[in-house]
């Protein structure tokens, strides 16, 4: 069984930089898939925020590009994401999931960690 | 980037009523790239439907999808107490992933 669990501070002072961790376990990253985050900001709806290919090809959302970037360390098994210069606006729970490679649906989500900006 | 607009924002139904959910893309998605999924409070998303029609592994068949092109609905034949949550389509193109704004569905 896949599952993911994502890590990392649940609270970040404005201007810093968010970083998450998501561990893979039940599958091998190195064997393929694309790996992503999503976010929800509270009360609100999803927004993806950029995924990454086993390859590391990585592929942002336009309007949270230069602020965002996602790794990942296939010796692990996990990947990460790192976005800068954070605002009140960036608060959110965020979810890694995995997306099929051919169909791009997200078929397996982590829980979900809440990260607050906030000083 | 195309844009998924869901409607109705909020839908209100009794249990054994029939829901149909829409979502309008903003140009035209392949079906093989449109999913549909479910959340419920404090919950992750649940992949419902993927390739516009196809039901993802352990989903009732209450729960069917269709559409092409542009437009796309997601029909829950008969709702049980369980399906009263946000449902949000989701669709690929050109390496972007994009999310409508989701359809509350809730008790009547």
């Known amino acids: 069984q896949v599952q993911l669990q994502e890590s990392g501070p649940g609270l970040v002072k404005p201007s810093e930089t968010l970083s998450l961790t998501c561990a893979v376990s039940?599958?091998?990253?190195?064997?393929?898939?694309?790996w992503g985050w999503i976010r929800q900001p509270p009360g609100k709806g999803l927004e993806w925020i950029g995924t990454?290919?086993?390859?590391?090809?990585?592929y942002y959302n336009p309007s949270l590009k230069g602020r965002v970037t996602i790794s990942v360390d296939t010796s692990e098994n996990q990947f990460s994401l790192r976005l800068s210069s954070v605002t009140a606006a960036d608060t959110a729970v965020y979810y890694c999931?995995?997306?099929?490679?051919?169909?791009?649906?997200?078929?397996?989500w982590g829980q979900g960690t809440l990260v607050t900006v906030s000083s | 980037e195309i844009v998924l607009t869901q409607s109705p924002g909020t839908l209100s139904l009794s249990p054994g009523e029939r829901a149909t959910l829409s979502c309008r893309a903003s140009?035209?998605?392949?079906?093989?790239?449109l999913a549909w999924y479910q959340q419920k409070p404090g919950q992750a998303p649940r992949l419902l439907i993927y390739?516009?029609?196809s039901r993802a592994t352990g989903i009732p068949d209450r729960f069917s999808g269709s559409g092409s092109g542009t437009d796309f609905t997601l029909t829950i034949s008969r709702l049980e107490p369980e399906d009263f949550a946000v449902y949000y389509c989701?669709?690929?193109?050109?390496?972007?992933?994009?999310f409508g704004q989701g359809t509350k569905v809730e008790i009547k």
């Open positions: 390739g516009a029609s």
């Open positions: 990454i290919f086993h390859s590391g090809s990585t």
């Open positions: 039940g599958y091998s990253i190195s064997s393929g898939y694309y």
């Open positions: 999931a995995r997306a099929r490679g051919g169909s791009y649906q997200f078929d397996y």
């Open positions: 989701q669709q690929y193109g050109s390496s972007l992933w994009t």
């Open positions: 140009q035209s998605v392949s079906s093989s790239f």
